[in-house]
């Protein structure tokens, strides 16, 4: 079983100093659905783990293990690092204070949900010269790891068009979803996976157009929308998302284009992957390996606890995922005015790794 630990100093019969280490402990705030995708794999890694909740702490505990604390003042006395894994809103409290207790932080997606509060993070962590990782786990999947890969040796050529969708039940079971002010929707708590994912690939955007459109009643709604973006490269990425009725099962797609071939994903079809390549250097269309049976939330867990035993940066920054806030805010302005919205100076957009 892998480990991971953080080195202290101990006296050897010598009197010289000796190094050790001892098990990271991590503090887990929150115990609805995700957090039963971050408690076992940081178990697994070797943590102690101790979990706080207003509700669900014990149940989760008693599940996979861990130690559960009555009060967040408690949890943060007790831990060196902080995962929290909480609803949208509640994000950009949590991780702020954690952060002003001096404890590296990992924050499930969206980091925050406005453009004020994710820099305010990213910036706060930066003064302090704490970690700070929003969980973007898609960027961990096999599929899109083999995207990257493929687009980062050139297989694809210049990309040309990237097509993206993800859909899904409607989140019925908890209210919030549903409040655009509060989760953002569809493009923020859906679809900014995939929006993260055409930037890192395609790199910086410099205009996002957004349309969406509802149907049903409160007890089966539907919610589809597309967003569009235009990168700096010229590139474009259509993004589409889905929140259906409750019988939909959850898929993935993409296909992307470039002057040298075309890759495609589709979770739904018996290939998972399709590509036609005229590159020399690979004759059959062979693609980098990526292990599918390695679980997603595992590796980026175990890749933002190396980082906070001092490993390399992980795959994917603060600033990064505060860019990802940005295009996705962008896009719901862009539904209000039905207008498309330039970003910024993108050059000075974070650049994919």
Known sequence: MPTISSPAHLSSPDGKTAMTHTPLRIGLIGAGGISHSHL??????????????????????????????????????AVDFVDVATPTFTHHALVKRALEAGKHVISE???????????????????????????????????YVLLKEAVASGRLGDLAVLRFSRSGAFPTRTPWFADRALSGGIIMDQMIHDIDIARWVAGPVERVSAVSSHAGDA?????????????????????????????????TEYSVTGTEGSLAHSSAAERNYISHLASTDAPSGLLPEVDPAENPYFA??????????GGAAPRVSAAEGAEAVRLANAALLSLETGQPVDIESPSAQATGK
């Open 300 to 309: 980026e867990l175990r890749e933002f606890t190396d980082a906070f035993g």
């Open 219 to 251: 007890t089966t709604p539907v919610e589809a929308a597309h967003v569009l973006l235009t990168h700096s490269s010229g590139a474009i990425s259509h993004i589409a998302g889905i929140w259906g009725p409750s019988h939909l099962p959850f898929t």
């Open 109 to 143: 997606k969206p980091l925050a949900r406005t453009d004020a509060e994710v820099d305010e993070l990213a910036g706060l962590a930066d003064e302090l010269g704490l970690m700070l990782f929003p969980a973007h786990v898609v960027r961990f999947f096999p599929e």
């Open 40 to 77: 076992p794999h940081l178990l697994t890694l070797g943590a102690d783990v101790y979990v706080y909740s207003e509700a669900g702490a014990a149940e989760l505990v008693a599940l996979y293990g861990g130690t559960v604390v009555d009060t967040l003042d408690e949890l943060l006395a």
